[in-house]
């Protein structure tokens, strides 16, 4: 939506049509969206659009490959992927995820 203005997902003509909610979601599950032809971008940020809106999530592009990706690197100053990759402590409340690990495993427990 930032990028185009308009969600990649729902097309204009859906717009008065009662089955709009259906269609966007089957066009999110088969993974059909649409960069308005008015809207110029280049073939690298195209391309990681690719990568990032897949069906299937094990075939994703992964955080590290959108920091190493040519659209996100572009002009980026020096030192900026160091910092991202820096570990950032967790805020006070939330779970690390050796606790969630374990609460997950105690819940697989529970059920056996």
């Known amino acids: 939506v930032m990028l185009v203005g308009a969600y990649p997902f729902e097309r204009p003509e859906d717009k008065n049509d009662n089955q709009k909610l259906q269609k966007m979601i089957q066009r999110i599950l088969h993974v059909e969206y649409n960069i308005p032809s008015s809207v110029k971008i280049s073939d690298d940020c195209r391309d990681m659009l690719k ?23 572009k002009n980026l100053p020096p030192g900026v992927i160091e910092m991202n990759l820096r570990p950032q402590p967790v805020p006070e409340g939330i779970q690390s995820i050796e606790q969630i690990k374990m609460i997950i495993e105690e819940a697989r427990k529970g059920q056996g």
């Open 51 to 73: 990568k990032i809106l897949v069906a299937d999530p094990a075939k994703r592009i992964t955080i590290d490959g959108i920091f190493h990706h040519p659209w996100y690197t």
